[in-house]
């Protein structure tokens, strides 16, 4: 490993070497005259609760120069200090033009990531995990389920830094799932309920970890079918109405891993006032995509909770084409 004292005496040759060319043959140039890799990082936004360019705190930066060992990071940490982006180790390009391949990501299960503890753009086994407890409100499991990814190759430092700075846009590597549930007017019969009876969702058998091949591109995810579970999701909003004959709307999320379910193995069972269990499952193959969110529209009756559409769209976006599963 690099020591920070070697680095420091790499960034101020670079900046003595760059010094006199640096004004007369780059006056437009972005580029900075230390050499050093500084980073911004953001999220591609998504309309809930999971990660936020607000909330993102950590993530791992991995830079390959395919001629230079000297100028690779394997896996070096990056933490968000009062705004700025931080490593404990200087980082520093080659120089403006040669080009590199970027990979950043946030916390993998396995392997543990450290300085140079992997080499991201070498990984094809990577694996990552969402929480099966997405509902838990003693810790936010379910934006710690996002995982959020970054690839770029060819990164040529003169052309592609942004204000002088390498700015990661982080892409969701996995898929969000809204559920939304209608109330029948059964529930409104006494009275109209100012609480969900909806206890909790549970989508059932479900892959909750994803092997990560990280030298394909876009990075490639698969999901690790001898090891399922149940997963909780997360409540969000109950939509109460004030009428008898209106329908009120409970709104559950989770974080799922990306895979191909076939008919009959999506599965979503909804516990009703404690005991009652209702259990709505697909009725032809479907598939979860990184980086796409759906969205299942369920009606719940005192008999039968019924689907009416699942539809998919890019997890950032409003619009986007339809999925139906019936």
């Known amino acids: 490993m690099k020591t920070i004292q070697a680095i420091i005496g790499l960034a101020l040759a670079a900046s ?3 010094g006199c060319s640096y004004e007369t043959d780059m006056p437009d140039s972005h580029y900075p005259a230390d050499n050093v890799v500084r980073v911004t990082a953001s999220v591609d936004e998504a309309r809930t609760r999971s990660y936020t360019s607000e909330t993102l705190n950590s993530f791992y930066l991995s830079i390959h120069n ?17 705004g700025i982006w931080e ?11 040669v080009a590199v391949d970027i990979i950043a990501c946030t916390d993998l299960e396995s392997p543990a990531l450290a300085n140079d503890a992997a080499k991201l753009y070498e990984l094809n086994n990577g694996v990552a995990a969402i929480k099966t407890d997405q509902a838990s409100e003693d810790k936010d499991y379910f934006t710690q389920s996002d995982f959020l990814i970054y690839k770029r190759t060819g990164f040529v430092p003169k052309n592609d830094l942004v204000d002088g700075k390498l700015a990661i846009v982080f892409q969701h590597g996995f898929s969000l799932l809204n559920i ?5 007017t059964e529930f409104n019969q006494s009275d109209v309920p100012t ?13 909750y970890k994803a092997t990560v091949d990280f030298t394909q591109t876009p990075i490639q995810m698969t999901a690790k079918e001898d090891e399922k579970g149940n997963i909780n999701a997360h409540h969000g909003t109950f939509e109460t ?3 008898k004959d209106k329908h009120a709307v409970d709104n559950y999320a989770c974080i799922l891993i990306p895979q191909t379910l076939a ?8 516990l009703v006032n404690g005991s ?11 598939t979860l995509e990184s980086g796409k969110k759906y969205q299942l529209k369920l009606t719940l009756g005192k008999d039968a909770a019924v689907a009416g559409e699942i539809t998919s769209q890019a997890w950032n976006e409003t619009t986007g084409g339809e999925l139906e599963t019936e």
Do not use: C, H
């Open 195 to 207: 609480k969900s009876p909806v206890d909790s969702v549970t989508i059932k058998d479900m892959a």
């Open 66 to 82: 395919p001629g230079s060992e000297t100028y690779s990071y394997g896996s070096t940490p990056y933490l968000k200090n009062n």
């Open 241 to 243: 109405v004030t009428e």
């Open 87 to 97: 490593a404990d180790n200087i980082l520093l390009w080659q120089n403006d033009s």
């Open 16 to 18: 003595f070497g760059a």
């Open 276 to 286: 009652d269990r209702y259990i709505w499952t697909s009725t032809s193959d479907f």
């Open 263 to 270: 008919a009959g193995s999506l599965k979503v069972e909804l």
């Open 180 to 184: 939304q549930i209608t109330l029948g």
